[in-house]
């Protein structure tokens, strides 16, 4: 079965450009999900899908993180315009159904380096 | 904000010994996951525990949950070089899973 699937990899900006992530997530997950994850913290959640529809973006930074995920299958996250404080890596994950609280796979992850 | 606080923050141990890690967290909780992350692999679910169980085992993993101490521990039996990585437990309720900052293991061969 293939995982979750994200690029680029590695991407380094200036600050004040712009920039965006995309994600692929596994056949048949309903619910989609971006985290920010900086160095030697855990990953925090940015926004959640459940199909095409957000469930929770309260801790996405609106004023410059944007996020869609058209035709509920895969989704990018945009920065615009980004800032230092952004450098981090971005995850994308996916899980079968919101409710229940099942397990989530992980995509490799975008590193992000803002100069 | 990250709910969970993993303790302790890094630990070191020889291969094929024991290594143990704690969880505490702070809000009413459906179930608490328990995922490691390396270089190699990424991110990667190892165990749920749900909040009306109190001991699950998996392979060479233990975990148990007090959900009246709101803590959790994660054991790992006869450590291996691959069992390096850093481990972190996430609470969810609400729909969403909330990581705490993680336990770094080491295992040194």
């Known amino acids: 079965e293939a995982g979750v699937a994200q690029s680029p990899r590695y991407k380094i900006i200036e600050k004040r450009q712009s920039v965006a992530f995309w994600c692929n997530p596994i056949s048949g997950h309903a619910t989609l999900y971006w985290y920010q994850q900086i160095l030697g913290q855990g990953p925090k959640l940015l926004i959640q899908f459940q199909n095409n529809g957000v469930v929770d973006d309260s801790q996405l930074p609106k004023d410059r993180f944007s996020a869609e995920r058209l035709k509920g299958v895969d989704s990018t996250l945009k920065i615009q315009p980004a800032k230092l404080e952004d450098s981090a890596v971005y995850l994308c994950?996916?899980?079968?159904?919101?409710?229940?609280?099942?397990?989530?796979?992980f995509g490799p992850g975008t590193r992000l380096t803002v100069l | 904000s990250q709910q969970g606080e993993e303790d302790p923050q890094a630990l070191s141990i020889q291969e094929g010994e024991n290594a143990t890690m704690n969880c505490s967290y702070k809000t009413s909780i459906n179930n608490l996951q328990w995922y490691r992350q390396n270089s190699g692999r990424g991110l990667v679910h190892l165990i749920l525990i749900r909040s009306n169980e109190r001991e699950k085992h998996s392979g060479r993993l233990r975990v148990t949950l007090d959900t009246s101490k709101k803590s959790s521990s994660l054991l790992i039996t006869a450590s291996r070089a691959a069992d390096t990585a850093s481990y972190f437990c996430?609470?969810?309720?609400?729909?969403?899973?909330?990581f705490g900052a993680g336990t770094t293991v080491t295992v040194r061969a």
């Open positions: 994950a996916s899980s079968e159904q919101l409710a229940g609280g099942n397990e989530q796979f």
């Open positions: 996430a609470t969810h309720n609400d729909y969403k899973l909330s």
